[in-house]
């Protein structure tokens, strides 16, 4: 019904998470309708990213060039290193803004019940490169499900020899939310790890 | 923060109407870890179809020829003429299917109030279609709204010397809808059209 051309639009629209027949269609009319500059710069940024969008060799980052720009800044603290599970936590914490140190991006989480192993989510490259750095702080910021904790438990038990200190972002009621929104495993952090007010 | 090629993908799905940046973020995150065929006929289907796609010389409808599939056809009734205020119009009567008359596109509606003339939405090329073909019927199928109401005036007054019935759509309550969520001009506008029961 639609020309070729434009039903390959609609399709390649449809290929992304959250939109479907109805959204793809709207973006696709959307899209035709726009300069060729605007479609142009669309196209090739497709291209150019799928081209030079990597991962950092360092830390499995999402970087453009061989090293990322944390990884080779100068200016960055680089005896504390931040496990994240995805590329992407580095944006969301570095939007933040606080922290200034290191990340390391594992390939997910451990999942005996799902197969995955260690192995499979490069617990080794992780291991090697705290050995060979200069670290005085392993962060670990990964969710906190059972996943998570396994994950987080077997890398401090793994680097229990080097004698680093291993810490794990906190656990509990976001700020702003209320309490009877809160499930009862974090409620149950929340009181385990409660701080005294000062 | 993000690598320039990835910011540039993430830009250019933020052109897309009702995408904002953490959608756009998921977008693009999502989309260069796919294959590169799929990104590949991503990129080309935008090239393509900003390329390929243009306004048919009859009806002004969308196509990749210079008179679309509906105006060439043999096998539709070109003596009926269904009038429509944007191409996507046509894809939506078309997918109820019941109708196989003739198209045409008006560029919008007429709106005064916004300097929007009958000219400018191309009503001259609409009346020499007309003139210079077989219709027995003009279904005018725009927006029921002010702009809706002038514009389908305007057609019928233009069109009156030339004996051809001018018809709207009917108005009314959706089916399946309850009536308390109806405007009072709808409402109105189903009371004043109302069909005896056969």
Redesign the interface.
């Known amino acids: 019904?639609?020309?070729?051309?434009?039903k390959?639009?609609i399709?390649?629209f449809k290929?992304?998470?959250?939109v479907g027949e109805k959204?793809a269609?709207?973006?696709?009319?959307?899209?035709?309708n726009?300069d060729?500059e605007?479609?142009?710069?669309?196209?090739?940024?497709?291209?150019?990213?799928?081209?030079?969008?990597r991962k950092c060799s360092v830390c499995n980052g999402?970087?453009?060039?061989e090293v990322c720009d944390i990884c080779s800044s100068d200016s960055r603290n680089h005896n504390v290193l931040c496990v994240v599970e995805d590329?992407?936590s580095v944006?969301l914490f570095?939007?933040v803004g606080t922290y200034g140190g290191d990340y390391h991006i594992l390939d997910g989480l451990i999942s005996p019940l799902d197969g995955v192993d260690p192995d499979d989510i490069g617990i080794e490259k992780l291991v090697k490169r705290v050995q060979s750095g200069n670290y005085s702080e392993i962060i670990i910021a990964v969710k906190p499900s059972i996943e998570g904790e396994t994950t987080a438990l077997y890398i401090k038990k793994i680097l229990e020899g080097l004698k680093i200190k291993v810490t794990r972002i906190a656990s509990g009621v976001p700020i702003g939310t209320d309490i009877e929104y809160i499930d009862s495993m974090t409620l149950e952090r929340a009181l385990t790890d409660r701080k005294e007010i000062e």
Not at 1 to 6: F, G, I, Q, T, V
Not at 25 to 32: C, G, Q, T, V
Not at 62 to 65: L, Y
């Open positions: 019904m639609y020309p070729e051309s434009l390959n639009l399709e390649s290929l992304l998470p959250g959204t269609e709207r973006m696709a009319f959307f899209l035709i726009e060729k605007k479609t142009d710069f669309f196209a090739n940024s497709i291209i150019n990213a799928k081209d030079k969008v999402i970087t453009d060039k590329p992407k944006f570095e939007k």
